[in-house]
């Protein structure tokens, strides 16, 4: 599995086909995870998959569930549906159109180190919970190897360093900013204690805290998990 995801890693800006299938093969990875964790499962379930990208996440997941909802900011073109409980829709994540407490589930996956406002991505998130529903999110810490997306690893050097770097290394693609890295939206630094100390004013509870990849639970070590961590998972549930 791990050598299948490298590959499918190193192949996903190909084309929207190779991100969907990357997406996709994670998909399959946290359907199990959330089986796992979940009591009664994801088969009732109504799920939001905020920043769903290309739909690899919510087409995966509408295979298990009631219904799923994936939302982005833009859609380069509409994602196949592929089932009639899959619905998208374009809205900003942390400004949904949906009422309060209408999903079971939210997955937010690699899109809060994306958003300036962290604190508001979480608040939108819980007030779309009903009562006792979950979370999924996840990240790459800002410190660890991949925390810094393209600019890694010299993110670790600071942001003027990595866009000089960047810019000398992409000079048809030069960025001026974080904030700007990605088009419309940027890259913000985003911790695992940052995640946690958020949630203490939020009405979330965190029931797991794990590393997706590798498989062996650096994101608990003190510390070394904002360094180790490739990409680290929570699961929050929705205080009654």
Known sequence: DYFRFVLLASRRFRSPQDYRAFQAFQARHLVAYLQRHIPGGLAQARILDLGCSHGGYATTLARNAHLVIGLDHRFSRPPPRGSDNLVFVCADATQTPFADHCFDLVVCASLVEHVPSPSGLLAEI???????????????????????HHFSPFHLLGERAALKVHNLLHPQ?????????????????????????????????????????????????????EFLTWHVQFLLRKKA
């Open 126 to 148: 819980a007030r779309l919970l009903s009562p006792e529903g979950w979370c999924y999110l996840s990240f790459p810490p800002y410190y660890s190897p991949h925390g810094g």
């Open 173 to 225: 693609h030069r960025l001026t900013s974080y904030a700007t890295a990605f088009g419309d939206c940027g890259l913000f630094k985003v911790t695992i204690s940052g995640v946690k100390d958020l949630l203490r004013r939020l009405p979330l509870e965190l029931w797991d805290v794990s590393a997706r990849w590798p498989s062996f639970n650096t994101a608990r070590w003190p510390l070394l998990s």
